[in-house]
């Protein structure tokens, strides 16, 4: 069974900094995109930040140049450092990945696989 567990929210002054993990474990083939999505209150999930197995990486235009994806493909974990933060940033984060395994000894297949939330809030 795999799971995704996400670590690293908090609460945070305007201007601060926190940086985000999230580890997959259990039978794991390979992990293709992995990403950010995040739930601010009232709102609907969005996209923040996603970034490919060969480390291409995507952001939401309201996170460019304060957010950054990273890796770590032998440590199966992808992070998000957050930087500038702003109330807006207010919300929980949830980790994202496309992920190839099996059931019960069936054929490997891609699943896509979230983790349970992590809050994130910026406030003075």
């Known amino acids: 069974q795999v799971q995704l567990v996400e670590s690293g929210g908090g609460l945070v002054q305007p201007g601060g900094s926190l940086r985000l993990s999230c580890v997959a474990s259990?039978?794991?083939?390979?992990?293709?995109?992995m990403g950010w999505y995040r739930q601010p209150p009232g709102k609907e999930r969005e996209l923040v930040a996603t970034i490919t197995s060969g480390d291409i990486s995507n952001y939401a235009d309201s996170v460019k140049g304060r957010f950054t994806i990273s890796r770590d493909n032998a440590q199966n974990t992808v992070y998000l450092q957050l930087n500038s933060l702003k109330p807006e940033d207010t919300a929980v984060y949830y980790c994202?990945?496309?992920?190839?395994?099996?059931?019960?000894?069936?054929?490997?297949?891609?699943?896509?696989?979230w983790g349970q939330g992590t809050q994130v809030t910026v406030s003075s």
């Open positions: 994202n990945a496309n992920i190839r395994t099996s059931y019960s000894g069936g054929p490997p297949s891609n699943f896509r696989f």
């Open positions: 259990g039978t794991i083939f390979s992990i293709n995109a």
